[in-house]
């Protein structure tokens, strides 16, 4: 069965520091997409980074980058240069392929506090 | 704005009550999906509409939940008899098939339920 495990609940970070937010993943699928979500207070989940299974290179958007480790099924998030409005929760997801549409399942989150 | 949009963003109703709930996905995607999030967890997938077809239900989705996508535009969610447990966010979604952006979920801003 497919899931996605992030250990840290809570992570805090000194503004203008890089932090890295913990997700790894199982799967028996070859082929699957990951992708990171930031939700801040409002409710809204705002798409941040995807990495595709077969993608040779680790994405990058601006100041996020995910670390992606096929072997270990590990998706870090990395991001560079923290601001205060980066506090939020963020939640890791992968895409399981069923029937050729993005169903996604998500990680439990890990809530960012970003301190001055 | 062309985002996913919900409407409410809020509903307090008694307990044994009906709700519904809107969604207005991205013009154009014509993939949508109601997604179901409580306090401390990732969102869980509820159901999924390619067009106006009804291609998967959760089991989360009990017979108190019925969810339209009429014309394959937007999509309504009704919870019937609502019991305290069904409060949580109710979160819409939606992707297209194509392209770059078709590996891409995008949220809208979530209809928060609370059930008294």
């Known amino acids: 069965a497919q899931k996605i495990t992030q250990t840290q609940p809570g992570m805090f970070v000194q503004e203008k520091e890089a932090v890295t937010l913990d997700c790894t993943y199982d799967t028996s699928d070859p082929s699957y997409g990951l992708f990171w979500y930031k939700q801040p207070s409002s409710g809204e989940m705002i798409f941040l980074i995807y990495q595709g299974s077969y993608d040779q290179q680790n994405a990058t958007e601006g100041r996020y980058s995910l670390n992606f480790q096929k072997a270990r099924k590990s998706a870090n998030l990395v991001i560079s240069a923290s601001q205060l409005g980066d506090s939020a929760m963020y939640f890791c997801a992968m895409r399981r392929p069923s029937g050729g549409y993005n169903k996604l399942i998500f990680g439990a989150g890990t809530r960012l506090a970003v301190h001055p | 704005d062309t985002g996913v949009s919900q409407d409410p963003r809020h509903k307090i109703t008694k307990r044994g009550q009906n709700v519904t709930f809107r969604c207005d996905p991205i013009s154009e995607h014509n993939r949508l999906y109601w997604y179901r999030q409580t306090l401390g967890q990732g969102p869980e997938f509820l159901t999924y509409?390619?067009?106006?077809?009804?291609?998967?239900k959760s089991r989360l989705l009990s017979d108190r939940f019925s969810a339209e996508r009429p014309k394959g535009s937007f999509s309504t969610l009704e919870i019937q008899r609502t019991e305290q447990g069904d409060s949580a966010m109710y979160l819409c979604?939606?992707?297209?098939?194509?392209?770059?952006?078709?590996?891409?979920?995008?949220f809208g801003e979530g209809s928060w339920l609370t059930v008294v």
């Open positions: 509409f390619q067009n106006e077809a009804q291609l998967e």
């Open positions: 979604a939606s992707s297209s098939v194509q392209g770059a952006s078709g590996n891409t979920i995008y």
